[in-house]
């Protein structure tokens, strides 16, 4: 009776001793990250059968468990995976809406704009003025700047961009080797202890696992030995018991300034889909280089190459103020063309911009089967084949430039990526500003009838000097009809009038008005001693407010506030949704927290109940001990 006694006592004061450890363990990591509330899990001995009936022989403590939910688990992991992307996403997205929307003005394209139309107008109130003049080409440098400083704005982003992908997927890699080594120290603690949990360890784990799903969306499935494996992408193994494997980062096989990420098998990198890698910080930075920050560069330098393209085209139409015709006065950039370095082939594909209104915001995939071209849009995956060179999309005509091409093979090209950092101010002197219109004019006075000539315009693209300026005469014979002379033939050519409709001639248009009576003259020229002329000045002013980009529908202005209000509505949408997902992640932790987190109180609570039993316990071995000595004094 005594032994059984004292079993039982000591049994119960084990457990008790137990329990005390586990809830000071508990209260000592309540801060702990990651950590998992432990309890004792304990059962009656197995009972002793006896003549007067079964006798219990006290208490045993079975094993000490996680207080841990699977599910809650899961939804925390998922919830911060959500929340880092989301965060990680809006940090970048902010810079470029501050950079793009700066309300000082100091980096904003609109002011730079502004003032160099504001200048254009000032020649065109003083087309001869040397200061006017002058103001104009340095507002032009000013502008262009401006592009190229925003560009240079955008390239220190990407890099940024770059380094924050290397340095995930170094932590991934980290995290991965120590995971895996987990793997293994778990699998030999729990083998050593019969099969016991080591539940720090796998504390530890766990929570490596949570920081691995802060940088990307990791699945995790638990093998029957406990070990985790773990699964990225499109099914790529990052840990498989106790080994691990790496991520690595490459320079685009088609654009050398964007980071991929490749996974690394058998000593080869192989480059993972960059949109299977969702999630976490990795994807939010991912999701962010391929979609707004290349959108905001194209956007850019579709402003740049149509503002270029279009102010040449009407600044050719002029006169300077030597008498000579316009020259570009922009150097507008050319489209980027790349070929990948896995190329087999040595083929060069040309790009040239044959019409900047239609000129789109996104990239292009030209990709070659051998037989045929598959030109795909990357903003919308629309895809187009053809057999063969030269065609002409969006704006932009390509063409087989030279080399031979494989199957396989792969180009980049990116009509605009080039724009806002390449343009540049083709002209220095202020002397060939054109200002003035190479052709003029002229009603004689002797004319009888009351028909008036428009100042005319040149048509583009204009034709050679010589004829351009060639002096042409128009003569009324009939009601309906002018004779033409001095077209270079010597013949007159016969034109049908009707007062008001355009006369399209030499690479001009006029427009004669009014009622002219037989044998009135009017006559088109060159514009000589033209140095007050202002008629292309005027054109170029227009410009500002013409839409002559996206298609006819867009101004300079509106298309850049276009980019503005693309990126402006982005940060806004993520800043909203960043929200909700932080606030949701809060929920999710605090639902877990209330399962599998330290509770203070209930701590204390358990810490005063297993010392009650504790008491109680050696209060058994107490009285075990004086009937033993009870029994020992009957002996004597």
Same mark, same amino acid.
Request: proline share 4%.
């Given at each position: 009776?005594?032994?059984?006694?004292?079993?039982?006592?000591?049994?119960?004061?084990?457990?008790?001793?137990?329990? *005390?450890?586990?809830?000071?363990?508990?209260?000592?990591?309540?801060?702990?990250?990651?950590?998992?509330?432990?309890?004792?899990? /304990?059962?009656?001995?197995?009972?002793?059968?006896?003549?007067?009936?079964?006798?219990?022989?006290?208490?045993?403590?079975?094993?000490?468990?996680?207080? =841990?939910?699977?599910?809650?688990?899961?939804?925390?992991?998922?919830?911060?995976?959500?929340?880092?992307?989301?965060?990680?996403?809006?940090?970048?997205?902010?810079?470029?809406?501050?950079?793009?929307?700066?309300?000082?003005?100091? *980096?904003?394209?609109? @002011?730079?704009?502004?003032?160099?139309?504001?200048?254009?107008?000032?020649?065109?109130?003083? %087309?001869?003025?040397?200061?006017?003049?002058?103001?104009?080409?340095?507002?032009?440098?000013?502008?262009?700047?401006?592009?190229?400083?925003?560009?240079?704005?955008?390239?220190?982003?990407?890099?940024?961009?770059?380094?924050?992908? $290397?340095?995930?997927?170094?932590?991934?890699?980290?995290?991965?080797?120590?995971?895996?080594?987990?793997?293994?120290?778990?699998? /030999?603690?729990?083998? +050593?202890?019969?099969?016991?949990?080591?539940?720090?360890?796998?504390?530890?784990?766990?929570?490596?696992?949570?920081?691995?799903?802060?940088?990307?969306?990791?699945?995790?499935?638990?093998?029957?030995?406990?070990?985790?494996?773990?699964?990225?992408?499109?099914?790529?193994?990052? !840990?498989?018991?106790?080994?691990?494997?790496?991520?690595?980062?490459?320079?685009?096989?088609?654009? %050398?300034?964007?980071?991929?990420?490749?996974?690394?098998?058998?000593?080869?990198?192989?480059?993972?889909?960059?949109?299977?890698?969702?999630?976490?910080?990795?994807?939010?930075?991912?999701?962010?280089?391929?979609? $707004?920050?290349?959108?905001?560069?194209?956007?850019?330098?579709?402003?740049? #190459?149509?503002?270029?393209?279009?102010?040449?085209?009407?600044?050719?139409?002029?006169?300077?103020?030597?008498?000579?015709?316009?020259?570009?006065?922009?150097?507008? @950039?050319?489209?980027? !063309?790349? &070929?990948?370095?896995?190329?087999?082939?040595?083929?060069?594909?040309?790009? $040239?911009?044959?019409? @900047?209104?239609?000129?789109?915001?996104?990239? =292009?995939?030209?990709?070659?089967?051998?037989?045929?071209?598959?030109?795909?849009?990357?903003?919308?995956?629309?895809?187009?084949?053809?057999?063969?060179?030269?065609?002409?999309?969006?704006?932009?005509?390509?063409?087989?430039?030279?080399?031979?091409?494989?199957?396989?093979?792969?180009?980049?090209?990116?009509?605009?990526?080039?724009?806002?950092?390449?343009?540049?101010?083709?002209?220095?002197?202020?002397?060939?500003? &054109?200002?003035?219109?190479?052709?003029?004019?002229?009603? %004689?006075?002797? +004319?009888?009838?009351?028909?008036? #000539?428009?100042?005319?315009?040149?048509?583009?693209?204009?034709?050679?000097?010589?004829?351009?300026?060639?002096?042409?005469?128009?003569?009324?014979?009939?009601?309906?009809?002018?004779?033409?002379?001095?077209?270079?033939?010597?013949?007159?050519?016969?034109?049908?009038?009707?007062?008001?409709?355009?006369?399209?001639?030499?690479?001009?248009?006029?427009?004669?008005?009014?009622?002219?009576?037989?044998?009135?003259?009017?006559?088109?020229?060159?514009?000589?001693?033209?140095?007050?002329?202002?008629?292309?000045?005027?054109?170029?002013?227009?410009?500002?407010?013409?839409?002559?980009?996206?298609?006819?529908?867009?101004?300079?202005?509106?298309?850049?506030? /276009?980019?503005?209000?693309?990126?402006?509505?982005?940060?806004?949408?993520?800043?909203?949704?960043?929200?909700?997902?932080?606030?949701?992640?809060?929920?999710?932790?605090?639902?877990?927290?209330?399962?599998?987190?330290?509770?203070?109180?209930?701590?204390?609570?358990?810490? *005063?109940? =297993?010392?009650?039993?504790?008491?109680?316990?050696?209060?058994?071995?107490?009285?075990?001990?004086?009937?033993?000595?009870?029994?020992?004094?009957?002996?004597?």
């Amino acid at each position: 009776m005594g032994n059984g006694i004292f079993g039982i006592g000591l049994s119960a004061l084990n457990a008790a001793q137990q329990g *005390l450890l586990v809830a000071g363990h508990n209260v000592s990591n309540a801060a702990t990250p990651g950590y998992t509330r432990q309890q004792i899990v /304990q059962s009656a001995s197995a009972a002793q059968a006896t003549g007067s009936g079964f006798i219990g022989k006290g208490v045993q403590v079975d094993t000490i468990r996680r207080v =841990y939910s699977e599910f809650l688990g899961n939804q925390v992991t998922q919830a911060r995976t959500e929340s880092s992307q989301l965060d990680t996403y809006f940090a970048q997205m902010k810079q470029i809406d501050s950079l793009l929307a700066d309300p000082s003005g100091r *980096l904003g394209l609109a @002011p730079a704009l502004q003032e160099f139309f504001g200048s254009v107008q000032d020649v065109a109130t003083s %087309p001869s003025g040397v200061a006017s003049r002058q103001s104009m080409l340095s507002n032009a440098e000013v502008l262009v700047r401006r592009f190229q400083s925003l560009n240079d704005s955008l390239d220190e982003i990407r890099d940024g961009v770059n380094a924050q992908i $290397e340095n995930s997927v170094s932590l991934i890699n980290t995290l991965a080797a120590r995971i895996s080594e987990l793997n293994a120290t778990i699998s /030999q603690a729990e083998n +050593n202890a019969g099969g016991q949990p080591a539940n720090d360890l796998r504390d530890q784990r766990d929570e490596l696992v949570t920081q691995l799903n802060d940088q990307v969306r990791a699945k995790v499935v638990e093998q029957s030995d406990g070990g985790y494996s773990i699964f990225i992408g499109t099914g790529q193994s990052l !840990v498989v018991g106790s080994t691990s494997f790496q991520l690595s980062t490459l320079a685009s096989p088609v654009d %050398p300034r964007r980071a991929e990420v490749a996974y690394v098998s058998g000593g080869n990198s192989v480059p993972v889909r960059e949109s299977s890698l969702d999630g976490g910080k990795l994807g939010g930075l991912l999701q962010f280089h391929n979609g $707004e920050l290349d959108a905001a560069r194209n956007g850019l330098g579709r402003v740049a #190459i149509g503002l270029a393209a279009t102010f040449n085209d009407q600044h050719r139409l002029g006169q300077d103020i030597q008498g000579n015709l316009g020259g570009d006065f922009f150097i507008v @950039p050319n489209p980027s !063309v790349t &070929a990948s370095t896995r190329n087999s082939g040595d083929a060069v594909i040309a790009a $040239e911009i044959s019409n @900047p209104g239609a000129l789109n915001t996104s990239d =292009y995939r030209l990709r070659y089967d051998g037989a045929n071209y598959t030109l795909t849009r990357l903003n919308d995956s629309i895809t187009q084949t053809f057999a063969a060179f030269p065609q002409t999309v969006d704006g932009v005509r390509l063409s087989f430039a030279s080399g031979a091409i494989a199957a396989g093979d792969e180009f980049l090209i990116r009509p605009t990526a080039n724009g806002a950092g390449q343009i540049e101010v083709a002209i220095q002197d202020t002397n060939l500003i &054109a200002a003035g219109a190479p052709i003029r004019t002229d009603a %004689p006075t002797a +004319n009888t009838g009351t028909g008036r #000539i428009s100042a005319g315009t040149v048509d583009a693209p204009p034709p050679p000097d010589p004829d351009l300026r060639e002096p042409v005469t128009f003569t009324f014979t009939s009601t309906t009809t002018f004779d033409v002379s001095g077209n270079g033939t010597g013949n007159p050519v016969g034109i049908a009038f009707t007062p008001g409709s355009p006369i399209s001639y030499n690479g001009w248009t006029v427009q004669i008005t009014g009622s002219p009576q037989p044998g009135d003259t009017f006559s088109v020229g060159p514009n000589t001693n033209g140095a007050m002329d202002n008629r292309n000045a005027l054109l170029l002013g227009a410009l500002q407010s013409s839409n002559t980009l996206a298609g006819g529908t867009a101004s300079y202005q509106s298309a850049y506030g /276009q980019v503005v209000s693309l990126m402006g509505y982005k940060t806004r949408e993520l800043e909203v949704t960043s929200a909700a997902q932080t606030a949701l992640l809060s929920q999710a932790q605090a639902l877990q927290q209330s399962e599998s987190g330290v509770n203070l109180d209930e701590e204390a609570a358990n810490l *005063l109940r =297993y010392q009650q039993a504790y008491q109680a316990a050696s209060k058994v071995i107490q009285i075990a001990t004086q009937m033993f000595d009870t029994l020992l004094d009957i002996a004597r």
